[in-house]
């Protein structure tokens, strides 16, 4: 789950699915990086909703669902509205749905959700995952109807601290793929992974160690170029 302080960021003045959205996918997304190389290639793939298991070619992990798209409509159905899911395998998803409404944030939307190019299966799946009370990966089974899930139990180095070398690719990576205000990122980023974090004229400069810092230098929104030492 996001941190108090990561919550903070964004405030009435810049609610937005976008902001919300920079905050959220920065540390599931570095979780994510460490999954995919844990999970290597597999040939094929295959769930079970009446187990709540994930098959990867001879492998199995235990999973809940999170939600749903088709090809057939343009929406999202999240996992709660799944009928043929026992409950016990949506049960991570209605605690973090409890989360969200406890803390009032009306700008992610639930239940079900007609999508856009920044509002899909992926994104949602990454704010879930942020707002989540344990921590996750994610898996996505595509297909005519493709089914997203929380992947469950699996080992603790996934999740350990993001590393001072870690942290500006996954910045870059980010910022290179999705649709993001840059600055959240990085300040987001910091926060959860416990880095100080110092605005200056704009730029920020983040602290890994007395000997190992970076500054990330923007225009706007926008990430210009990043120097510093990383020792």
């Known amino acids: 789950m996001l941190k108090e302080k990561t919550i903070n960021l964004i405030d009435a003045k810049n609610a937005s699915f976008k902001n919300l959205f920079s905050i959220a996918i920065g540390k599931p ?21 009446k187990e709540g298991l994930l098959q990867l070619d001879d ?35 209605i605690q973090t749905r409890k989360i969200i409404e406890k803390l009032q944030i009306p700008i992610i939307p639930q239940g079900k959700i007609e999508l856009s190019e920044d509002v899909n299966g992926y994104n949602l ?20 109807t493709s089914i997203y899930m929380f992947v469950k139990n699996l ?54 160690s007395e000997k190992s810092q970076l500054l990330f230098n923007f225009n706007g929104e926008n990430l210009e170029k990043i120097t510093g030492t990383l020792a």
């Open 125 to 144: 799946s990454m704010i879930y995952m942020a707002f989540a009370p344990i921590n996750t990966a994610y898996f996505n089974g595509s297909g005519d």
């Open 29 to 49: 997304y570095a979780f994510q990086r460490r999954f995919i190389e844990f999970i290597g290639e597999y040939k094929s793939w295959n769930t079970s909703v």
């Open 155 to 208: 080992p603790e180095n996934i999740f350990e601290r993001l590393s001072n070398v870690e942290f500006p690719n996954v910045v870059m990576e980010i910022i290179g793929t999705f649709n993001v205000n840059a600055k959240l990122v990085v300040k987001s980023l910091a926060s959860e992974f416990d880095y100080n974090c110092v605005e200056e004229n704009g730029n920020l400069k983040v602290s890994f």
């Open 59 to 93: 492998r199995r992990f235990d999973v809940e669902y999170i939600g749903t798209t088709s090809k057939s409509d343009n929406y999202w159905y999240s996992s709660e509205l799944e009928s043929v899911i026992p409950d016990q395998y949506v049960d991570l998803m």
